[in-house]
């Protein structure tokens, strides 16, 4: 790939969860004859985009996050999806399951963090002009593992519903850090007991030890993200 300057002055959005990591990207692409506009990124669960409007349309759009926490998954295919330009998405997350849920939002293409500025620009540009895309069996094989990590996620979420207060109880102090001594104290009940009550934990989350149960919990929580209903402005 050449890495020149486009022949036309193609518009591209720039997102990105560290906004000096897309104000240098912006910068660099503007060095290269792209128009670039930076967008604020989604930082909680009270920040949504508002969807595209025709006077706010870009040739592409280029994503940058590690997608290594569900936050921050969920805040990248919420701009997918909002701003249906084609995007490109720039991430230190392995080929897998996290590439999928970009793509089943509407992204063109993944690129590793690895890839090189002059090959994302040559991207960019393909993509642009509609001539580069993730091949289809390699989006089917993405889209699949991301729908099968949410199917397992799910399942988990299902075997936690089933736990009975008090053992969900036990699993929420497990979560904190608290011991099987210190739990029984504050639950006023005997050690034996709460080591019952971990192992029916265990046996219920298909799980072999507590790190395993706790990880399931962990999990949970971080994906339990609720989409707000006021849209706000995230150009910058």
């Known amino acids: 790939m050449s890495g020149s300057k486009p022949a036309r002055r193609w518009s591209v959005a720039v997102a990105s969860e560290q906004a000096l ?21 989604p930082g909680d669960q009270h920040t949504v985009p508002r969807r595209m409007t025709p006077h706010d349309r870009c040739d592409a759009g280029l994503l940058i996050s590690d997608l290594d926490r569900w936050p921050r998954l969920r805040a990248a295919s919420l701009l997918v999806t909002r701003f249906p330009t084609p995007w490109v998405v720039l991430t230190a997350a392995p080929n897998g399951p996290m590439w999928g849920a970009v793509l089943d939002a509407g992204a063109r293409i993944v690129l590793p963090s690895s890839t090189g500025f002059d090959d994302v620009c040559d991207v960019v540009v ?36 089933s736990l009975t207060p008090r053992e969900h109880e036990v699993l929420t102090m497990l979560y904190a850090g608290d011991p099987v001594a ?21 046996r219920k989350l298909h799980v072999n030890t507590q790190l395993g149960a706790v990880a399931a919990l962990d999990d949970l929580l971080e994906m339990d993200v609720k989409e707000p ?3 706000v402005e995230l150009w910058a």
Do not use: C, H, N, Y
């Not at 989006?139 to 519903?161: C, I, N, P, T, Y």
């Not at 080591?195 to 265990?202: D, E, G, I, T, Y």
């Open 126 to 161: 393909g993509v642009a002009e509609g001539r580069v895309a993730t091949p289809p069996a390699e989006r089917e094989r993405l889209v699949d593992m991301w729908r099968e990590l949410l199917e397992r996620r799910e399942l988990v979420g299902q075997r936690v519903q």
């Open 229 to 231: 209903d006021e849209p």
């Open 182 to 202: 210190r739990i029984a104290e504050l639950l006023e009940i005997s050690p034996a007991t709460v080591r019952s009550q971990v192992k029916a934990v265990l």
């Open 21 to 41: 990591v897309a104000d240098a990207v912006r910068a660099s692409l503007g060095s290269r004859d792209f128009e670039a506009s930076t967008m604020r990124w």
